[in-house]
């Protein structure tokens, strides 16, 4: 057999909603007991009993619905909003790994604190250090510079979920659920 407990398994809700990682073997049992149903398989991998030959889930979604809560109202915090914005700044493009040996992503209010702007997902968004100070207080039309997408509180499962180590196929059924 696979060694099961170092892969995982994407569960969806019934809704299609990511909800966790599992363990392969216990994907596997809930589709015995038919609670779920295999939407991606693993196109190599099988497992072997003296009888069965049982395909390797990927990603399974469960019969019937399981009521969750629907976000996360928590502080804003620079992990997840780096996340949320795929560490790129807002308003120069530039990802991360592009920014010069100096410079770093920083959390940028879009209307600033001083200017009475809140600290709420729907006021933040990631600048670079550059881009944050050449913005300074200002309001972003004042400085003629916008953000490239527009703020908004993450789902915060998802967040979680693409945090882990995610295989492409997995990858799919979660970044719809970013917003």
């Known amino acids: 057999m696979l060694r099961a407990a170092m892969s995982k398994t994407l569960i969806l809700n019934a809704s299609a909603e ?3 990682f599992i363990s392969v073997k216990r994907a596997i049992v809930l589709v015995l007991k038919e609670k ?3 939407i991606e398989e693993h196109g190599e991998k099988r497992f072997h009993s003296a009888s069965l030959v ?3 889930p990927l990603v399974i ?3 019937k619905y399981v009521k969750i809560p629907r976000r996360f109202r928590g502080v804003v915090t620079n992990t997840i909003l780096f996340a949320r914005d795929q560490h790129t700044c807002q ?6 790994s592009e920014l010069r040996k100096k410079e770093h992503l920083t959390r940028e209010h879009v209307k600033p604190v001083s200017r009475g702007g809140p600290d709420v997902w729907e006021n933040v968004t990631t600048a670079c250090s550059t881009c944050n100070h050449k913005k300074g207080n200002k309001l972003p039309f004042e400085v003629k510079m916008y953000p490239k997408t527009t703020p908004f509180e993450p789902r915060y499962i998802a967040i979680v979920l693409l945090g882990q180590s995610v295989d492409h196929v997995q990858r799919r059924y979660i970044e719809p659920f970013l917003k």
């Open 36 to 38: 779920a149903e295999i």
């Open 91 to 96: 308003y120069c493009g530039r990802h991360k």
């Open 54 to 56: 049982f395909p390797y």
């Open 61 to 63: 979604r469960l019969v």
């Open 18 to 20: 990511p909800l966790n």
